[in-house]
């Protein structure tokens, strides 16, 4: 087990035991920067391993913990859902057309969708996201529309009014939604409250709307509520995903793709 692997098994721990604590707290126990706790508690919401609050880290009561002694095994699930976000992200690359205008969501499997645009694909990218951007710039095919505003580093989004109603006079081909949470009830949801906005908007001002979301998402809630699942045209997945959302899905008359 690597450093930061062990590292974060023992964040774990903490959490698990304080039911919470704060960043310089844990910079304090770990004997480490405060800054190396933000990138390690990032790597852990990203995997919805603990719940997003500012300066402080909370642990996610809904995720599932494997291994010995409970401990979070990052690297394997890293290798895991890296995989399947991959696959995703390639299959909804390959739905992009010459001449499309589209617009990418905010969130990990999206960014391998702007990792495999064909690099002699003419299109239009609207995003709100920095690592989406750092990752279609150099293309000289890709036209970008960026939304710029306040920068949360935690998801690398940027928010602010002026976004909103660029958005809002954006018209998109496609547009390639992201979700912390699919449930069958409660709809798609997000971890933060400052995505909600743009999430909205953005799902509005495509003519297709496309949901990337891997199977370990379905079945989940998070706090913020985005929209219902049958806004969305197509469903985008890997291969796990249970029957029983196969076949809502389908009920729904929703395009499934499980990659």
Same mark, same amino acid.
């Given at each position: ?28 126990? @770990? /004997? ?7 990138? $390690? &508690? ?18 996610? %009561?809904?995720? %599932? ?9 990052? #690297? ?22 010459? /001449? $499309? ?6 969130? #990990?499997?999206?960014?391998? !969708?702007? $990792? ?14 920095? +690592?989406? !951007?750092?990752?279609?710039? #150099? ?14 580093? /935690? *998801? ?9 109603? &660029?958005?809002? +006079?954006?018209?998109? *081909? ?18 933060? +409250? ?9 799902? =509005? ?6 949901? &990337? ?14 929209? $219902? ?7 985008? %997945?890997?291969? +796990? ?5 196969? =076949? @809502? ?6 395009? &499934?793709?499980?990659?």
């Amino acid at each position: 087990m690597s450093k930061k692997e062990d590292r974060l098994n023992r964040l774990i721990e903490i959490l698990k035991r304080q039911n919470g604590a704060t960043i310089r707290d844990l910079a304090q126990m @770990l /004997d480490v920067s405060e800054m190396t706790v933000r990138r $390690d &508690l990032d790597a852990l919401k990203a995997k919805n391993v603990i719940l997003d609050i500012p300066g402080a880290a909370v642990l996610n %009561t809904q995720y %599932t913990y494997e291994g010995e002694d409970d401990a979070y095994q990052l #690297s394997m699930a890293t290798r895991s859902h890296a995989k399947e976000k991959e696959r995703i992200g390639k299959f909804a690359a390959s739905l992009i057309q010459q /001449d $499309d205008c589209v617009i990418i969501d905010n969130g #990990s499997t999206v960014e391998y !969708l702007a $990792d495999s645009i064909a690099k002699d694909m003419k299109v239009t990218v609207f995003t709100c996201n920095l +690592n989406i !951007l750092n990752k279609i710039c #150099s293309n000289p095919n890709i036209s970008i529309i960026f939304g710029g505003g306040y920068y949360h580093p /935690d *998801t690398t989004l940027f928010e602010s009014a002026e976004n909103i109603t &660029l958005i809002k +006079n954006i018209r998109a *081909t496609k547009v390639f939604a992201s979700a912390a949470g699919v449930h069958d009830t409660m709809g798609v949801t997000c971890m933060n +409250n400052y995505e909600l906005e743009i999430k909205q908007t953005i799902i =509005q001002s495509g003519a297709e709307k496309i949901l &990337l979301v891997d199977s370990s998402k379905f079945g989940m809630i998070k706090p913020c509520f985005v929209t $219902d699942l049958d806004i969305f045209d197509r469903i985008i %997945t890997d291969t +796990n995903l249970s029957a029983e959302w196969v =076949q @809502l899905i389908q009920e729904k008359g929703i395009e &499934l793709d499980m990659v």
